[in-house]
Structure formats: structure tokens, C-alpha cells
């Protein structure tokens, strides 16, 4: 179900704004007075309203003490405000002087938000303006164009269905969890630039990426513990419940994917539609840079001085796998997507990027090799960056190459 959790509506005085852009209606304004009231009596919303008069002043301050605070903007517009008890705001929502309207919110755990607009209240759809990421940051500040005119401009956000939720913490029995970090949709860039110290020639060219729909990527590899769970097996050269499952092959990793996916079924804990799955390359390198495009998802580190602080690699590892989640995570709380064991991902090797923008990019049709990404214990530094990527065999197993598992929808 949405539950719309705060409400914003702006009802601008009957005057002209001469000064505020696209603004041809503001001649004949027709101001819309009772439409608050619809939703100052819904159960659950409070209203904050605030006119000129001083009595609303001290109505509006005692107000904003257990809501939100709220200002009025440069044009003497009066701004009224219903939030839900549940939201927290912040930073007061300011209405700015270009005719922008700020707001910033906290974070409530990890659930994802949108942000809707309605021109009037009785009529029109609400209209998507921007997703409300709360895994970027747990602090967000939006500007969002505000019309000027005798129209009432209504936003609301939403919390956005999760199916996934009760996944983010999955419960295998005996003791054993496999934990999920949410991954947001966006754009990014992938590849490494021409001037980046290291790259290799097959890490281009830069090509714009969109992933289109959120998923679930494991916080950290897999471990022996949960392979075992699952495959009844070890196959790994060094042993410890806590270290990352080794020399598995892409076709066994990918087997351990539906295998999982069957018993979850089964359990009623996935979803209809969704499975687990390798990442694609492409959502692997959009989750481990986590919003950075530098070399590292923790910045460039020319020298590689702070690369021990990220990642088991071969000046730091003593030749061998460590329990995963013993370094510093990125961004969004991904831990050893630099170093410790290599990754598989879904997709077949190509020695080059489609260049362009593209969305969901599944990797080449065809081919032989697949793509394994992020460094292992037996690698120099330079084979961890963010952009580095090399090919295997999909039979081929090596005590330096593991995996992680997404969860996501099949559509
Ligand atoms: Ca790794
Ligand atoms: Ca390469």
C-alpha cells in the first residue's frame, strides 16, 4: 500500500509575482480557500498554516516545535504545511527566493520515497517528480520548482512498495543469515577514464548507465557457511565458516543462485517475479562505486597508501582469504567489493563497452569467457580499482575467485 507521509501545499496569495518564471496566470488569480481543509480533518495529518497576521505567527512557531519548521519565501506568499506525525523533517522547508522550494528529511531506515505533485486539489493525477533516495545519504536536500499563480501546488511523498524488505536479512536455518544492502536505481558512469592511473584498454569506452529498478546485493560475499548450507559441500582451499566460498565456478555459482531461489520459493519469502542471481557487470560496478567515479569507491589513492584500510590484497593479505567483512564497507555498506576473493558476474567478456547511454545493460548475447570483478588476495592494487575487470572461464575454479548474490526481478 503507498501511504502518503507528509504533505506540502503551497497557496499563493492573490497577487501578481512579476519577477517568478512561467508564471502567465498569476493576471487573473483565483486562490483555492478551502482546500486545506480536506486535509487538516484527515485522521493522522496535522496542519501547520501560516498567514501574516502575528497570531499565526506564534500559532505557526509553537507549531513547527513538534512538526516542522516552515518559512515564508522572498514574495510574502503564505505557505501552509500538513505533515505526517511519522515524518521527521530535518531542516525547516524553505521556500526560496528563485522560486524553489527546499526541503530536506531524514532517513528511516532504508525504505525508498518518491516525491508527487498535484497542481489542484480536486482535480488533475499526482505526477512522479523524483525519486527520494535515502541510501545515497541520510540527509537529502531537493529543489523542486515552484509555480507561481493563483494555482494551489500540492506534493506529497510516498513511501514506494517494498517487496523486498523482509529479504534484507535472510534467515538459511542453524544459525546462518545472508544479509542484503538495498541498491537504489540511477545513472552512472561506467568504465575508467584514458587518464586514470592503471586502467587497461578494456575498460572503455566510458559508457552512460542506467539501472532502472532497485535490487538486492549481498553485503558481503558468500561464505563457506552459507555454501554450505545450501550446496552441502566445501570446496574451498582455505577453510573457516567466515571466509568467502572459493573455487566455485560461474556454473556452479549460478547453481547455487536457483537452488537458493527454489527453497526460498518454497518458503514463501521471495517474492513472485523475483530470483537470486549473479549481479551483472554492470549493476556490480554501479554498486561498488556507490555514487563515486573515482578509482577507488573510497577516492583515487594515487599512491595506494590507504588501499589496506579497504581491502585484503597482496601486499596485506599474507596470502590468503580473510572473513569477509573485516574492512571498511563503501558508500552503501557493500563490504570487499576491492579485494579478498574475485567476484563473478552474469554476463559473458567483452573486450569493450557499448559506449553511448544504455539501460540495464545484460552484456554480449554470445560469447565464451565471463566477467569476474574486484581483486583478490593475490593481486596488486591496481587489479581492486572500481573500473578493473578480467574474464574466466565459466568451468575454471581458483582459490581467488568467489561470488555474491543479487536479488532482483525478472520482469
Ligand atoms: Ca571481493
Ligand atoms: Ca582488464
Redesign the pocket.
Known amino acids: 500500500m503507498i501511504l502518503p507521509i507528509f504533505y506540502i501545499d503551497l497557496q499563493l496569495l492573490p497577487f501578481k509575482l512579476d519577477h517568478m518564471p512561467g508564471d502567465s496566470k498569476s493576471k487573473s488569480p483565483h486562490p483555492n480557500p478551502g482546500s486545506g481543509n480536506r486535509f487538516s480533518n484527515r485522521p493522522g495529518w496535522k496542519r501547520v498554516c501560516m498567514g501574516r497576521a502575528p497570531a499565526r505567527l506564534l500559532l505557526f512557531v509553537v507549531s513547527c516545535l513538534a512538526l516542522a519548521a516552515i518559512s515564508v519565501g522572498a514574495f510574502g506568499q503564505s505557505v501552509s504545511v500538513a505533515v505526517d506525525e511519522a515524518v521527521a523533517l530535518s531542516r525547516p522547508i524553505k521556500f526560496l527566493e528563485n522560486g524553489r522550494l527546499q526541503l530536506a528529511w531524514v532517513n528511516e531506515g532504508a525504505l525508498g520515497y518518491e516525491l508527487f505533485r498535484r497542481e489542484q486539489l480536486e482535480r488533475g493525477s499526482w505526477v512522479k517528480v523524483v525519486d527520494l533516495n535515502p541510501v545515497m545519504e541520510s540527509v537529502q536536500t531537493y529543489d523542486l520548482a515552484v509555480e507561481a499563480g493563483p494555482s494551489t501546488a500540492f506534493y506529497q511523498i510516498r513511501k514506494i512498495p517494498d517487496p523486498l524488505a523482509s529479504l534484507q536479512t535472510l534467515d538459511l536455518g542453524d544459525g546462518i543469515t545472508m544479509e542484503f544492502v538495498r541498491i537504489p536505481s540511477g545513472t552512472f558512469i561506467m568504465g575508467s577514464p584514458q587518464s586514470e592511473t592503471h586502467r587497461e584498454s578494456d575498460e572503455g569506452p566510458l559508457t552512460e548507465v542506467t539501472i532502472s529498478e532497485r535490487f538486492l546485493l549481498g553485503k558481503y560475499?558468500v561464505t563457506q557457511a552459507q555454501w554450505e548450507w545450501v550446496m552441502g559441500t566445501n570446496p574451498s582451499r582455505f577453510k573457516g565458516d567466515q571466509l568467502?566460498v572459493e573455487r566455485v565456478s560461474w556454473n556452479l555459482a549460478v547453481a547455487f543462485c536457483e537452488r537458493l531461489t527454489e527453497r526460498e520459493r518454497e518458503s514463501g519469502r521471495l517474492p513472485e517475479g523475483y530470483a537470486f542471481t549473479l549481479p551483472t557487470e554492470a549493476q556490480r560496478e554501479y554498486a561498488c562505486r556507490a555514487g563515486t567515479q573515482n578509482r577507488f569507491y573510497f577516492g583515487d589513492d594515487p599512491d595506494y597508501g590507504h588501499l589496506a584500510q579497504y581491502a585484503w590484497y597482496w601486499t596485506n593479505s599474507g596470502s590468503r582469504t580473510h572473513p569477509v567483512g573485516e574492512k571498511e564497507p563503501n558508500a552503501w555498506g557493500l563490504y570487499?567489493?576491492?579485494?579478498?576473493?574475485?567476484?563473478w558476474c552474469l554476463d559473458f567478456y567483452a573486450n569493450a563497452y557499448p559506449g553511448g547511454s544504455v539501460i540495464d545493460p545484460p552484456g554480449p548475447e554470445t560469447g565464451a569467457a565471463r566477467v569476474i570483478r574486484?581483486?583478490?588476495w593475490e593481486d596488486f592494487a591496481r587489479d581492486c580499482r572500481s573500473a578493473c575487470r578480467l574474464r574466466a572461464w565459466p568451468g575454471n575454479s581458483f582459490s581467488y575467485l568467489?561470488f555474491?548474490v543479487a536479488v532482483q526481478n525478472l520482469k
Open positions: 560475499e568467502p570487499d567489493m576491492h579485494g579478498n576473493v574475485w567476484e574486484g581483486g583478490g568467489g555474491r
